[in-house]
């Protein structure tokens, strides 16, 4: 009984971590136009002060990776919550633009702390199905933390709430999951030769391994790429962009709460399929479309996008499981590694789309559109690449020798 309830508050402390990070995401961007005019700070320096958000959140996961077996899911997340409450009290009384600097980084730092302790964590805890459905559950809570966060902040500074008062928010959840996690037992892992380097490192040079690795560069930036420039490539669509990424992130929450039966029906390669689909014809209607018809266009891109970061996280649990904690952190930091890489190429396109739009003498709105619907079109490339791979997945998957998730999913009935 006592391992039940350890898993209870384990896992629902691990949502909360998960929440946390969403709020330092979401309140913070909600937060920035204050920050910008109470320190003077240029959009550029707004610009690095986020980058350290990004920054900081694949180093921390890839250590985690790396030092999970070492040092415990435990003192990872105790890392993390000093971090997140370090970095949140500095923001809160932040004297200027050094100040905040520092404290985005030590945030982001406890943000990847989280995902490197949880996602191995959480894999110990369940296996088959069980895992991928917990795990759904679990980066749930990041579209639907962005998605609550966001009201929040929206709401807030409606009422005219200063950015200090929005801050102490994202300081809940991380006092919650701190005390969810206190005096509880951690799991062990499941996989014995895991916790050796060389494993780890021999298992990653697998060809799957390197598949998905290479796949996550390209289903993090599908998903985080037209979320980051709504406001600036569907602006002017006659759409209003927050509602857009309202209604992304409420459908992503909703669908990982409904990953298990999804994925247990479909198959890792079956879903990643489907969803690189979906995007891509999200994406292809968000560039043509105007009007309430975007709206349509966000339904199916969010349901081309909710899966992609838990099934590959699962994916790469279930099929490599020897790479263990340090596989799945590294594929989780690649993904954030590839969302900060491609961020200024995206931006060039729409500086060069302007350009070219503007030369052919469209003002306005008509140059706004213009410009988002062709960067949109470029960013297509992204989930249509995806499909060509996840067919290649499939079939490769579906002839191999190991466990298939047809055996998985007959595993736990």
């Not at 060809?207 to 690795?213: E, G, H, R």
């Amino acid at each position: 009984m006592n391992e039940n309830v350890n898993k209870s508050a384990l896992f629902n402390g691990s949502c909360f971590a998960l929440i946390t990070t969403a709020f330092t995401f979401s309140i913070r961007a909600g937060i920035l136009p204050q920050l910008g005019e109470a320190f003077h700070i240029s959009a550029e320096q707004l610009g690095f002060i986020n980058s350290m958000w990004f920054l900081g959140f694949p180093i921390s996961m890839i250590l985690g990776g790396l030092f999970y077996h070492t040092i415990g899911p435990k003192t990872i997340m105790s890392v993390a919550f000093v971090c997140h409450t370090i970095g949140i009290l500095l923001t809160i009384f932040a004297g200027g633009y050094t100040t905040l600097l520092i404290s985005t980084l030590l945030i982001g730092v406890g943000n990847g702390c989280t995902e490197a302790a949880c996602n191995p964590m959480i894999a110990d805890m369940y296996s088959g199905v069980k895992m991928q459905k917990m795990l759904g559950r679990f980066h749930m809570w990041f579209p639907g933390g962005i998605l609550v966060g966001s009201l929040i902040s929206y709401f807030m500074t409606s009422m005219g709430f200063g950015w200090q008062a929005q801050m102490w928010v994202t300081i809940i959840p991380t006092i919650t999951y701190a005390i969810l996690f206190f005096g509880k037992t951690f799991p062990k892992a499941h996989v014995a030769e895991a916790t050796s380097f060389k494993e780890n490192f021999k298992a990653m040079l697998s060809p799957v391994y390197i598949f998905l690795f290479c796949c996550m560069a390209l289903t993090a930036i599908t998903e985080f790429g037209p979320s980051q420039w709504v406001s600036i490539v569907l602006g002017a669509s006659g759409a209003n962009a927050m509602l857009i990424l309202a209604l992304t992130n409420g459908i992503s929450a909703t669908g990982r709460f409904f990953a298990g039966p999804v994925v247990g029906r479909l198959g890792q390669t079956g879903v990643l399929l489907a969803g690189a689909i979906l995007a891509t014809i999200g994406i292809y209607l968000f560039s043509s479309v105007t009007g309430p018809m975007a709206y349509v266009a966000a339904i199916v891109y969010a349901l081309g996008i909710c899966y992609f970061w838990p099934v590959m996280i699962g994916s790469v649990a279930h099929r490599v499981p020897r790479s263990s904690a340090l596989g799945m952190s590294i594929v989780g930091g690649v993904g954030m590694f590839s969302t900060s890489i491609f961020q200024p190429i995206i931006g060039g396109w729409i500086d060069s789309a302007r350009a070219e739009n503007a030369a052919k003498g469209l003002t306005g709105n008509a140059l706004e559109l213009a410009t988002g619907q062709e960067s949109l079109m470029k960013m297509m490339t992204f989930p249509a690449i995806l499909i060509v791979l996840f067919i290649i997945f499939f079939v490769w998957q579906k002839n191999a020798k190991r466990t298939t998730e047809s055996e998985m999913t007959m595993a736990v009935h």
